[in-house]
């Protein structure tokens, strides 16, 4: 919200010396965040004058139009002699009152002005427009050309308000207030202490039934209309200087009359109103949901094809207006000043929609405009009759028009919203004694009604809906009081509360992770569901059951992530894109699975720690969030150079990624061959652990389906990991242990097995591991060889190097091969092995 100091000093009575920096500071301190001060016309120096255009002389030869002008400026130039000007513009004629800066002047921007020669002739200053003069748009972009009542010679920097300083508030979603002039002063008037001149303090005429008929169908939607007409408007009527300047200062650009009247008025208090042309509008004005599939061409020129929960202004054709939002152009003001298409009637809209509804409408249709953006965060709906008075004064005043009678205005009963707060309330949220006296004052001074002693009974007003309990009003005292004189003191944290036992597994996880080579990605946790299609999951998989928002931040991503990989994949094709094509990337995060029921989160209290009950049942609302880590990798796992050969990442660092987690978490993590979703049929292994006896699957790695690379356009071979950290720590034991160091020699014997190229090796491995018994301290396979001319068609060797040593003496020989003789047996009996000879 931009406002000018000027416009702000009409409300309040700010001492002259107040700068706009003290302004900001003041309202800074209470809590709005002012981010900058812009001093429009700094560095302007006069003279700068109004002049009346004598003679034009069009100059022949050169690239572009040149007119050669002399223009009466007065006194202005110490001579009373016309003032010879070469200027290139085109929307000016002889007679018209226009901006002249004269040699010796300096233009925003430090352009000092001199007599100079030119196009052969002497220009002696310069003809101005808007944007020469930093103004800001004022939709021509031409020389700005000034009623004809204008004075010459008179100050065009005093007529034009061009030295101004004008405020830049970022408001919150929480202080619709303050986006209107009425709503920053009145805090300004708070925090300086002084009284507040409320432009919505008018006489408003009663309602009755001669105003022009309304129809409202979803009172839900929309509880307050205003509407007041205004006939006889002058075609000739333009918007003044001071009306012009206002808006160009706020940000918005001047179109018409009628349309700049509104703007104005919703600029300075905080109303969007909407005008019509009374004579396009076609029987009783309604406000009701749209229809699925009916359309609407609004004031930009663009057709929208409407939702059922759009909320429209109607008449008997249909929708002529998106409420709220922006108007349609069946109904648009015509310009002044053109006699044969000008609006001379027109009626005047002043409504109060839902919050809601409008927010959503203007997020469905990509259309955010000034009059949404109040809407969507509170508008006062008690301002409506005195916006649509104002509008009616002004026009009447600026346009000659004639004010009709009739007053529609259909409103539901108001009902205040009171709050029982105790008077020292915000003395212990603050930890500060503020005291019953201010703690009233204060609130009185927001704007609310105080009653009572010990207990107040508090009375919310109308432009503050975002104060609903007590805490919302303690912190209205303590902004007020000021922020900055809250003591500063330390908490003191209760012995014991570190780090969880699932915080410290996180982040002995990504360490591990990170010295394994990998680098953390961190991912939004929202999806689309066609990624669930482009990943190749099963029409009944689970994953596709997701949690949709209800205002999620895009249409295109609803919901909440089932997996870690449609965002780790987006990151490493982003990163490939980019020339990155060596990728190891991590993440741990939670995904979302919704449970069964809906149930409603309830609010927490925020004077105490919350129950265990309490947090139970905030839990048993939000859907199940287990955490998950995944990687993907691609390109060069290990580099080439002089010390030897590179090699590409494949499946086997992907399963290996897997093991380093498990390892993290003290888990004996189970490896086989699987098939699922994302993952290459041949090149895809089953993570497990072991739960009460039974295997359960907690994960998938290995390399991915072309189909799937092909699809989301990653590189080939990519590679990919994920697994249910919370499953695989809850069956692990990350207690530390010691590293146990033997005295006793190690007995190392090597074993070559022959088994059916379909074995996997994992369950070789297994029976190898169970058969050895507990003389056995590591295994590990070597090599693996698939000559079928030696081995037979459908045949591999594994050949693992088995340790084998005791705690308490030397191994024999003998022992060591009964060890490697058990082990070898057993892996016979289960898996077909066979010594290799």
């Known amino acids: 919200m931009r406002v000018p100091l000027s416009w702000l000093r009409e409300y309040v009575d700010l001492p002259a010396t107040e700068t706009g920096r003290d302004v900001q500071a003041k309202l800074i301190s209470a809590g709005l965040e002012v981010e900058t001060v812009e001093h429009l016309g700094a560095d302007l120096k006069g003279p700068l004058v109004v002049g009346q255009v004598l003679t034009i002389e069009e100059l022949e030869g050169f690239k572009k139009p040149i007119r050669f002008c002399t223009v009466n400026v007065g006194q202005a130039n110490g001579t009373g002699e016309p003032q010879e000007i070469v200027c290139g513009a085109r929307n000016f004629a002889v007679g018209d009152k226009v901006v002249v800066v004269l040699p010796g002047a300096t233009l925003p921007g430090g352009f000092s002005i001199s007599a100079r020669k030119t196009y052969g002739k002497t220009s002696h200053g310069m003809i101005c427009s808007s944007d020469e003069l930093g103004m800001g748009d004022d939709g021509t972009h031409g020389i700005i050309v000034l009623p004809p009542e204008t004075e010459v010679g008179k100050d065009a920097i005093e007529l034009l308000e061009l030295v101004d300083e004008v405020l830049d508030i970022a408001v919150t979603a929480n202080r619709g207030d303050c986006l209107s002039i009425r709503g920053v002063a009145r805090e300004a008037a708070i925090a300086y202490g002084l009284p507040l001149r409320d432009p919505a303090l008018l006489d408003v005429p009663a309602p009755n039934a001669y105003g022009y008929p309304v129809k409202i169908a979803d009172p839900s939607g929309c509880d307050r209309f205003t509407a007041r007409t205004v006939t006889g408007l002058s075609a000739e009527a333009r918007s003044p200087i001071w009306l012009q300047r206002r808006l160009q200062k706020v940000g918005m650009r001047p179109i018409s009359l009628a349309v700049d009247v509104t703007n104005y008025v919703m600029m300075e208090l905080g109303q969007p109103l909407h005008a019509y042309d009374r004579s396009l509008v076609q029987g009783t004005i309604g406000v009701r949901r ?3 599939g009916e359309k609407i061409v609004t004031l930009d020129g663009t057709e929208r094809k409407l939702h059922a929960e759009d909320l429209v202004i109607t008449d008997e054709r249909g929708p002529i207006g998106l409420a709220g939002v922006m108007g349609g152009a069946n109904t648009e003001i015509a310009d002044h000043g053109d006699a044969e298409k000008a609006t001379s009637d027109v009626v005047i809209e002043a409504a109060h929609f839902d919050q809601v509804a409008i927010a959503r409408t203007a997020r469905r249709h990509k259309l955010s405009s000034e009059a949404s953006r109040r809407f969507e965060r509170g508008v006062d709906p008690q301002a409506a009759a005195a916006a649509a008075q104002r509008t009616v004064d002004l026009l009447v005043l600026l346009a000659g028009g004639t004010a009709e009678a009739g007053v529609t205005e259909i409103s539901a009963p108001p009902v205040p919203h009171t709050i029982t707060v105790a008077a020292d309330h915000p003395d212990r949220v603050a930890g500060v004694a503020y005291g019953r006296e201010t703690v009233v004052r204060r609130l009185q001074e927001v704007g609310c009604d105080v009653y009572g002693q010990d207990e107040l009974i508090v009375t919310v007003p109308s432009w503050r809906p975002d104060l609903t309990d007590p805490n919302d009003l303690a912190e209205e005292v303590i902004r007020l009081e000021g922020y900055e004189n809250l003591p500063s003191t330390l908490p003191r944290p209760p012995a014991g509360r570190g780090l969880t036992a699932r915080q410290r597994l996180h982040r002995r996880v990504g360490r591990a992770l990170a010295g394994a080579g990998y680098v953390e990605a961190l991912n939004y946790p929202f999806v689309g569901e066609q990624v669930f299609d482009q990943l190749g999951l099963d029409a009944d998989d689970p994953a596709r059951r997701v949690v949709k928002l209800v205002n999620p931040l895009s249409d295109e991503e609803p919901a909440l992530r089932t997996s870690l990989l449609p965002g780790l994949l987006g990151a490493l094709r982003r990163n490939d894109g980019r020339g990155a094509h060596d990728l190891a990337l991590f993440e741990t995060g939670l995904v979302f699975h919704p449970r069964g ?3 409603v989160a309830a609010n927490l209290p925020v004077d105490r720690r919350p129950s265990q ?11 199940d969030q287990p955490r998950h880590v995944a990687v993907v990798l691609t390109g060069a796992r290990e580099q080439a150079g002089w010390w030897g050969k590179g090699r590409p990442a494949d499946w086997a660092d992907a399963v290996e990624s897997a093991r380093t987690v498990a390892r993290e978490a003290g888990a004996e993590l189970g490896v086989r061959k699987g098939q699922y979703g994302p993952w290459h049929p041949g090149r895809c292994a ?27 356009g990653l590189p080939a071979r990519t590679c990919a990991m994920e697994l249910d950290l919370d499953a695989v720590a809850r069956v692990g034991d990350d207690t530390p242990q010691a590293p146990r160091i033997s005295g006793f ?3 190392t014997q090597d074993v070559a097995l022959v088994v059916d190229a379909f074995v996997p090796a994992a369950d070789v491995e297994a029976a190898l591991r169970e058969g050895a018994g507990e003389l056995l301290e590591s295994i590990r396979l070597f090599d693996v060889y698939d000559n079928a001319e030696q081995l037979g068609e459908g045949r591999k060797s594994l050949a693992y190097a088995l340790r084998f040593r005791a705690g308490d003496r030397t191994l024999t020989v003998d022992e060591a091969s009964a060890a490697r003789d058990a082990a070898v047996a057993l892996a016979g009996e289960r898996v077909g092995a066979v010594l290799r000879s």
């Open 686 to 712: 089953e993570l497990t652990v072991t739960v009460d006896g039974e295997e359960r699957v907690v994960g998938h790695a290995g390399e991915l389906h072309p189909r799937v690379l092909k699809t989301l």
């Open 745 to 747: 020699p190690v007995a």
């Open 290 to 292: 749209a229809q699925e």
């Open 613 to 623: 009950d309490d947090l139970a049942a905030l839990d048993a609302a939000l859907p």
């Open 597 to 599: 029921g809906q149930r």
